[in-house]
């Protein structure tokens, strides 16, 4: 549901023709460092007339492992035809010569080894696995079958010459592609021009589960990206689909080099990947491209039966506000504080409460859970200043409960009434304990994103009030799910976590573009606690991530930035594999290779400036585990 979000084709700041120009000046670059280098985009969301773009000298060069996808349409093909069936067992016999080295899990493998064709195949694509393609190679028909049904297709550059790292000498022929028969190809499978619906979405979410992130990967966020790498000792190559809703760009990127390493050329592959994403994300229409951005991350986590809400607004524009996912109401946990933050500082301003007024905490009003008051030796006297800080930064839940007796609850309710929040109520004190039987509390990602803009905005509090609950929520302790991804920035948070729910709410204060950014989560598969932090906070992070990288990205348009600390993304779990396919230059599956994941996001940054050094570091943490899919028999 958008709610003042503007249309996503709104006139991109980033233009088609400066796309020709930007990719013009990465090829320029990679010259300059020996590197020849290619690129093709097509636009396949209609935004830009479904047109394409090239840049570089669209030569014929050495496929390495981009020569799969061809295969892989031609394998397509025949399971069109009732001819192949993904389920068909295949058995690979021990010692059979299309057993190899280079990518993949299968050389280490038991053989003989029975395996379906769907395992082949997303063994081929995910991993790039070498055996894996010369046993479907053989499936398709042979070089002869696969050539033939490319030539039909019209293509002239792609062409299958020899398997997987077997030399390329007579008999053989080397395998060729270019950059613009791929685009051409992974277009026509997007738009279903050469296969049924079924089996190009196949293929496309082979590419989504790609696990090699050291080319387009390492600047596209997952979720965004379908896609299939290739590499040799003297080729580096990425082709895939940036997958923003109705934003949708198809891109292959070749590279041809020598005396180099291949990391030095995955830099300028990875460039051009960059400036293709940017055409994507970044229209000007802010609350839009945030939707486009945030939305296959909720698709992606209702696969995992997780519940999300987004809601973002932009505090420094017109107000436009966006609200994304679930629309049902939450557990809150520790985010319903940010209620009582409000009304305490509201009582402040007000003369009927004072931050340095002395308050004893009495053996009875502590609780358990999050906070270190409940370590203290009772009686204990603070201040109400100490208690709201505790409970912010620590999320002290005795805290809480002195601050609901000091100024009551029907207080606090009476601020989220006045604010005319429908659906946010504090019922009852934290950790009520069973002879408490007042209603749960409860919130709903709406009323959370307005009690942040009120917080924010000049009509109910002070300037003074706004920059001391920054600077509280600035010094956030809990660094699971913003604090665990975004290192130094100037973000402002209060977290959440209870039973099946985890959340994360606050300001991302880059310079010109601050914003209230609410994720909400509640895990309904989960069996416990433990389980709903281990799948949800990965995904609050992730969206989290994904925003501010985005605000990043539009102040270092503006020239605001980007700015100097750097944001990391979620560690994934590197799956083993070994070099790609070999080629002619290592026969017999000798030589370098990818190192599979691992990849970041762009490295943005944050101004130290902007909370006048109120924000203290946030520290990166928790992993995030991308389960690499295996065939338990043949992985190791």
């Given at each position: 549901m958008l709610a003042g979000a503007g249309s996503a084709s709104a006139e991109p700041l980033q233009t088609w023709d400066g796309l020709k120009s930007r990719l013009d000046a990465v090829v320029a670059d990679a010259a300059e460092s020996g590197v020849t280098l290619s690129v093709a985009v097509t636009d396949l969301a209609g935004g830009f007339g479904g047109a394409t773009v090239t840049a570089g000298e669209d030569e014929q060069v050495k496929a390495a492992s981009i020569i799969k996808l061809p295969l892989l349409a031609a394998l397509m093909a025949d399971v069109d035809a009732g001819e192949l069936d993904l389920d068909q067992a295949v058995?690979?016999?021990?010692?059979?010569?299309?057993?190899?080295?280079?990518?993949?899990?299968?050389?280490?493998?038991?053989?003989?080894?029975?395996?379906?064709?769907?395992?082949?195949?997303?063994?081929?694509?995910?991993?790039?696995?070498?055996?894996?393609?010369?046993?479907?190679?053989?499936?398709?028909?042979?070089?002869?079958a696969v050539n033939d049904y490319v030539a039909a297709l019209g293509f002239e550059d792609l062409y299958l010459g020899r398997k997987m790292i077997h030399p390329a000498s007579p008999p053989?022929?080397?395998?060729?592609?270019?950059?613009?028969?791929?685009?051409?190809?992974?277009?026509?499978?997007?738009?279903?021009?050469?296969?049924?619906?079924?089996?190009?979405?196949?293929?496309?979410?082979?590419?989504?589960?790609?696990?090699?992130?050291?080319?387009f990967g390492a600047v596209i966020p997952r979720v965004h990206l379908a896609n299939k790498t290739g590499e040799l000792a003297d080729v580096s190559h990425d082709s895939g689909i940036v997958l923003l809703p109705g934003r949708e760009l198809a891109i292959t990127t070749t590279t041809s080099f020598t005396d180099l390493p291949r990391e030095e050329a995955d830099v300028f592959v990875q460039e051009t990947a960059r400036v293709v994403y940017d055409v994507a994300r970044l229209t000007g229409d802010v609350t839009a491209d945030v939707a486009a951005i945030v939305?296959?991350?909720?698709?992606?986590?209702?696969?995992?039966?997780?519940?999300?809400?987004?809601?973002?607004?932009?505090?420094?524009?017109?107000?436009?506000?966006v609200l994304l996912g679930s629309q049902e109401p939450y557990n809150p946990a520790s985010v319903i504080k940010l209620s009582l933050l409000a009304a305490v500082m509201r009582q402040t301003e007000r003369d009927l409460l004072h931050l340095d007024a002395p308050v004893t905490i009495s053996p009875y009003m502590v609780v358990g859970g999050s906070g270190s008051f409940q370590d203290e030796e009772m009686p204990f006297t603070t201040t109400v200043r100490e208690l709201v800080r505790r409970m912010v930064v620590e999320s002290d839940n005795t805290a809480t409960n002195v601050l609901l007796y000091h100024i009551g609850l029907p207080t606090t309710q009476g601020l989220i009434d006045d604010l005319g929040l429908d659906v946010m109520r504090f019922n009852r004190q934290m950790f009520p304990g069973e002879l408490i039987?007042?209603?749960?509390?409860?919130?709903?990602?709406?009323?959370?994103?307005?009690?942040?803009?009120?917080?924010?905005?000049?009509?109910?509090?002070?300037?003074?009030?706004?920059?001391?609950?920054?600077?509280?929520?600035?010094?956030?302790?809990?660094?699971?799910?913003?604090?665990?991804?975004?290192?130094?920035?100037?973000?402002?948070?209060?977290?959440?976590?209870?039973?099946?729910?985890?959340?994360?709410?606050?300001?991302?204060?880059?310079?010109?573009?601050?914003?209230?950014?609410?994720?909400?989560t509640e895990v309904t598969s989960s069996a416990g606690f433990d389980e709903t932090q281990e799948i949800g906070n990965p995904i609050v992070q992730e969206i989290g991530l994904a925003v501010y990288n985005y605000l990043d990205a539009?102040?270092?348009?503006?020239?605001?930035?980007?700015?100097?600390?750097?944001?990391?993304?979620?560690?994934?779990?590197?799956?083993?594999?070994?070099?790609?396919?070999?080629?002619?230059?290592?026969?017999?599956?000798?030589?370098?290779?990818?190192?599979?994941?691992?990849?970041?996001?762009?490295?943005?940054?944050v101004s130290t400036a902007v909370l006048a050094g109120a924000l203290a570091t946030l520290l990166a943490g928790i992993a995030v585990t991308a389960v690499a899919r295996r065939r338990g028999a043949v992985a190791e």
């Open positions: 058995t690979i016999p021990a010692g059979d010569p299309n057993i190899v080295g280079g990518s993949g899990t299968l050389k280490d493998g038991q053989f003989p080894l029975d395996i379906t064709v769907a395992e082949l195949m997303e063994l081929m694509v995910q991993v790039s696995d070498n055996t894996a393609t010369n046993v479907l190679i053989d499936l398709a028909g042979g070089f002869g053989l022929q080397e395998n060729y592609i270019s950059a613009e028969e791929v685009t051409e190809l992974v277009t026509m499978l997007w738009e279903g021009e050469v296969l049924s619906a079924e089996s190009s979405e196949h293929i496309i979410d082979l590419m989504r589960g790609q696990l090699v992130d050291t080319k939305q296959p991350h909720i698709d992606k986590a209702a696969a995992q039966d997780v519940r999300v809400s987004v809601g973002f607004s932009d505090l420094t524009g017109d107000g436009d506000r039987d007042e209603p749960a509390n409860v919130l709903d990602v709406g009323d959370t994103l307005a009690l942040l803009e009120a917080m924010y905005g000049d009509e109910l509090l002070g300037e003074d009030s706004r920059e001391q609950i920054l600077t509280w929520m600035g010094d956030q302790e809990v660094d699971t799910k913003f604090g665990a991804v975004l290192n130094d920035a100037p973000v402002a948070h209060k977290t959440g976590e209870t039973g099946n729910v985890t959340h994360d709410v606050g300001y991302f204060l880059v310079p010109g573009h601050e914003s209230a950014v609410v994720v909400l539009l102040a270092a348009l503006d020239g605001e930035g980007p700015t100097d600390a750097p944001t990391d993304s979620p560690p994934t779990q590197q799956p083993t594999t070994a070099p790609d396919d070999g080629g002619t230059e290592v026969p017999g599956g000798t030589g370098g290779g990818p190192t599979a994941g691992g990849g970041t996001l762009p490295t943005t940054g």
